[in-house]
């Protein structure tokens, strides 16, 4: 990043705002009387008091922000310092209400992030319904019954819409929201590199081209090469199944017919498969769900890569981390052990990710509307 004289200026460290910092806006909006200024302080966007007490329970959560090393490129963090001061305060807020309200929101936002950057880059693509021009990707293998958080950024976007119209991208909300709900379930903060523009397309083949759960460890990591993404990149962010669910549907084959001669996947703990089958049978129960992350299924930490190193990753591109490659397995290993560690990559990396082929300058433009393009 160049300040004004052309100099290379690091990013600050800034408290990007973690939990307490959250739950204490909520707090004071509610029951402090201070309401927020402007339109979405009107729209009366408050707690209840069961609300509040599930906020409490987002206690530890780190707040320290981790820095780029360098930015090569013209997303940056202060995008909206001027042109909508209140942008990442509107987004935290929204997103916070969204996780006290259903905790599994965290890991839904920070899965559409992905979703969006591995088709077409960081463009919201993803959040483009069906209308004449538009084939959706909500539509595709990966999103279809499963992609969720739609809601979420409607209203942040219009609550954007209403305190700067015409400003704030989607893609840019979608940035943030990731980082705002890996914050709030304990994980490491970041500043999120901003000035993204929206798509005027999707592409459904693309999304039908994300990483499956059942590809092999070379065909995903291929993918994320393909994306600008290495394997130190990819342990990292596979880290994010330390939050939310699965379906039966995604796991299935693991524990049935892994590889077509009716046995199960061995590398999958075998009292854990059994309990697993009693709410995942041979047929039926698809959209069951599941904790990626038995352990602790609400709160980022580490204990993803614990799981694995117990042959307890629920899908198989989780457990092929430590099973498929020499050097993937070193870093599961370094990751169950240092949690630190592992915060301060995927920080790293979410920004790498978000940075995958951003539109910039004119090119795209500021949907009024994640779900449409605008007409002109
Ligand atoms: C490495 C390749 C990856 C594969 C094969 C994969 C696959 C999956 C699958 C199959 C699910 C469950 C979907 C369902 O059954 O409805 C899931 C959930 C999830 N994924 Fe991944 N994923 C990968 C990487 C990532 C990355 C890079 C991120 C974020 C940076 C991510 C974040 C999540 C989250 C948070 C959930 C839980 C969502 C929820 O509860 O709504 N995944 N993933």
Not at 141 to 166: M, Q, T, W, Y
């Amino acid at each position: 990043m160049k300040e004004m004289g052309g100099r290379e200026k690091p990013y600050p460290t800034v408290d990007v705002g973690g939990p307490q910092t959250v739950v204490a806006a909520l707090w004071r909006c509610c029951g402090g009387g201070a309401r927020l200024r402007g339109s979405w302080g009107a729209l009366g966007m408050c707690l209840d008091e069961g609300e509040r007490a599930e906020a409490s329970s987002f206690s530890r959560a780190s707040t320290r922000a981790f820095l780029p090393k360098s930015n090569g490129n013209k997303l940056y963090p202060q995008f909206y310092a001027h042109s909508c001061p209140r942008a990442q305060e509107i987004v935290k807020f929204i997103v916070a209400k969204a996780v006290v309200k259903e905790a599994r929101m965290a890991a839904s936002l920070l899965r559409l992030h992905f979703h969006d950057c591995f088709v077409k880059g960081c463009d919201a693509s993803l959040l483009l319904d069906n209308s004449r021009s538009i084939i959706t990707e909500k539509q595709s293998d990966p999103n279809r019954n499963s992609a969720r958080g739609f809601e979420v950024l409607d209203e942040i976007k219009s609550v954007l819409e209403k305190e700067c119209p015409h400003t704030v991208s989607c893609a840019d909300i979608l940035a943030l929201a990731a980082r705002d709900s890996t914050v709030l379930t304990g994980g490491p903060g970041w500043e999120v590199p901003l000035g993204r523009r929206d798509s005027r397309d999707a592409s459904i083949s693309g999304s039908n081209n994300i990483p499956a759960p059942n590809n092999t460890f070379q065909t995903i990591l291929t993918k994320f090469n393909l994306k600008g993404l290495d394997i130190v990149d990819l342990v990292a962010l596979s880290g994010s199944h330390t939050i939310g669910n699965a379906r039966c549907t995604s796991f299935r084959q693991r524990l049935y017919n892994q590889s077509g001669n009716g046995q199960p996947d061995y590398s999958l703990e075998q009292v854990y498969a059994t309990q697993l089958r009693t709410r995942c049978p041979r047929s039926g129960g698809d959209q069951n769900l599941f904790f990626l992350d038995f352990v602790s299924p609400t709160k980022f930490d580490n204990n993803y890569f614990k799981n694995i190193l117990a042959s307890k990753g629920l899908l198989s591109s989780d457990q092929v981390l430590l099973t498929k490659n020499k050097t993937s397995a070193e870093l599961v290993k370094k990751y169950a052990e240092n949690k630190e560690l592992f915060f301060q990559q995927f920080a790293k990396s979410m920004i790498k990710m978000g940075n995958i082929s951003p539109l910039i300058g004119s090119r795209g433009e500021i949907r009024k509307n994640c779900r449409r393009i605008n007409t002109n």
